[in-house]
């Protein structure tokens, strides 16, 4: 038999023609923490059952990589389904990533408890224990269409009618055939941590691991408020009767996508003037302070609840924390000769508390004004202002709930607002879509349109930018007095027209090539909508363009 060149780590190794990804894992396991999960061939993500055939780069990954991660928590909710399939004879909807876990809802008309909870863990650790092969299967889109519909499972089979592919991917488990966006472990025996826990109702929280590590106690910290708003925005689809993406989908295809941008404006809009009128009742804040992860349209929403404060009788100053970063010739620089501009250290916090304390005492004050292509702060007299009687700060930014830049004003002035895309639109019953997935295509869109930015230059700081949020933002999220999803069901075919062709530029000699097909996958799954009909107030504008409130250089 002939064999093979195999370039792993910079490194050619020889092996037999039709070599096994799981058996050449096999000699590089000692480099990994954990057990390798996952390989890429030539940058593809691909099961470790695959056989080479040709002189090939491969790279391996385990759970504490971000792409054995994806591999682990898809393997997780396919044997999770599994398991409630057979303990319950029902299926499951995958909702939305909540405080490290995934928020599920089990499709029964019967109520259950802790004790159901706990035999559907003890069948998943069956299932695990078994070591039973995943296998996938390419079917057409017609038979696959077909099997979903005799099987009941209308979600998958209607939106598996809006893609033009011939044949898709499916994966089997036993006796269970599913459709997943993304590769799956090749076996059941890799998913052996994790937890489920009881919420309420027919509700449940399912627990992959965090750190890996094996004496982990999963645990899940129970945030009410997002909890609620999941709620709200559940209540909202049924309403309008939209559930999945074959639902948006469907009114796309006929035109009638214009009362659904307009409701879900509305739906917005009031949000965000029940929390004005919130803050209205309270005369005792006079700090409004936003915060939320990147592309969670923190500009907007900033300018939207200074115009409704001002609509309840306010004469609001806004702040943006980033015009108090520390000119670049003050900052303390890495290793690398960069400084993180996401830490606290980079801003100015004693200017910024003095200028805040200064304006409550009804003093005038200069607000600087950061040039960013001179890396300095501006004063100038045009930013001169003064809090009246009737004044309220509305500060917005990253750090906005860091102790450190309103150490000196009592918690009792101060009303929080964490804002973030909680609840996109789900595309089926098994394959959520990402709320960190709605942002990074916001970021790709923006940073082509503002700095020429590629979408492979994005994608590359992504993973950082996530890293910064969970130890910046993330943790202060439970400090929050009121949670804005900044999300719109319609908007997903909205950045569908502009974060596609920019995907489509990653090329496959590209480190990032998998991930972009990995979204443009997911866009196969969205028809595109027309940008004319969005309203120039609205979130989606920060980053397609021509919003009302923020001009693009």
């Known amino acids: 038999m002939a064999n093979i060149k195999i370039t792993y780590k910079d490194n050619v190794y020889e092996y037999a023609q039709g070599v096994s990804l799981l058996d050449v894992s096999k000699d590089f396991e000692e480099n990994y923490k954990k057990d390798i999960i996952v390989a890429t061939v030539d940058n593809r993500l691909t099961s470790l059952e695959k056989k080479i055939s040709k002189d090939s780069a491969i790279d ?5 990589n971000i792409l054995g991660r994806r591999t682990y928590i898809r393997g997780l909710c396919f044997l999770f389904v599994k398991a409630v399939k057979e303990v319950l004879k029902c299926d499951v909807k995958i909702m939305y990533f909540v405080s490290k876990g995934i928020y599920c809802e089990l499709l029964t008309n019967n109520l259950i408890s802790e004790v159901t909870v706990e035999k559907i863990k003890i069948k998943m650790r069956e299932l695990n224990e078994a070591n039973l092969p995943i296998n996938k299967l390419m079917v057409s889109r017609v038979e696959a269409i077909d099997y979903f519909s005799r099987t009941n499972q209308k979600d998958k089979a209607s939106s598996l009618r809006y893609i033009s592919n011939s044949t898709i991917s499916l994966y089997r488990l036993d006796d269970s055939l599913d459709y997943f966006y993304g590769v799956l472990p090749c076996k059941t025996g890799y998913i052996n941590n994790f937890n489920l826990k009881y919420i309420d109702d027919n509700k449940v929280i399912l627990l992959p691991p965090i750190s890996y590590e094996s004496d982990e106690k999963l645990k899940f910290e129970k945030n009410d408020k997002i909890i609620d708003e999941i709620k709200v925005q559940n209540k909202y689809l049924e309403n309008i009767k939209i559930n999945f993406s074959s639902d948006l989908n469907k009114l796309i295809s006929t035109g009638e996508y214009g009362d659904v941008i307009r409701m879900s404006e509305n739906i917005q809009n009031s949000q965000l003037l029940n929390i004005a009128d919130n803050i209205s009742k ?23 609840i200074t115009s409704y404060l001002k609509w309840k009788g306010y004469e609001p100053i806004l702040i943006s924390i980033s015009d108090f970063y520390l000119d670049l010739k003050d900052r303390v620089l890495n290793e690398d000769g960069n400084s993180k501009v996401e830490k606290i250290d980079m801003i100015d916090t004693n200017q910024f508390n003095k200028k805040v304390s200064e304006l409550l005492e009804g003093k005038e004050v200069i607000l600087p004004k950061y040039n960013f292509e001179e ?27 860091n102790e450190q830049l309103t150490e000196m004003i009592p918690d009792k002035n101060k009303y929080k607002i964490y804002i973030s895309p909680i609840t996109p639109l789900n595309i089926d019953n098994h394959n959520l879509f990402k709320e960190t997935d709605n942002r990074l295509l916001r970021e790709i869109v923006v940073n082509n349109k503002i700095n020429g930015k590629s979408a492979s230059e994005t994608l590359k700081t992504w993973e950082q930018i996530r890293l910064f949020e969970e130890d910046l933002i993330i943790p202060y999220r439970k400090q929050a007095d009121a949670i804005f999803n900044s999300s719109l069901v319609y908007e997903l075919g909205v950045l ?23 979204l443009i996958n997911i866009f196969r799954m969205i028809l595109g909508i027309p940008s004319e009909e969005v309203p120039s107030d609205s979130i989606i504008r920060e980053f397609i363009g021509q919003s009302c409130f923020k001009k693009y250089k």
Do not use: C, M, W
């Open 60 to 64: 391996f990954f385990d759970v504490t």
């Open 375 to 401: 890396g300095k702060q501006q004063l100038k007299e045009e930013n001169k202002v003064r809090l009246l009687s009737n004044g309220i700060i509305v500060i917005e930014g990253i750090h906005a709930f």
């Open 496 to 518: 569908k027209t502009y974060a596609e062709p920019l995907l489509f530029s990653v090329l496959e000699t590209d480190k990032n090539y998998d991930n972009a097909q990995r």
């Open 282 to 304: 309270n005369k005792d804040i006079k700090l409004v302070l936003l915060t939320g992860p990147t592309a969670s349209g923190k500009t907007t929403v900033s300018k939207k």
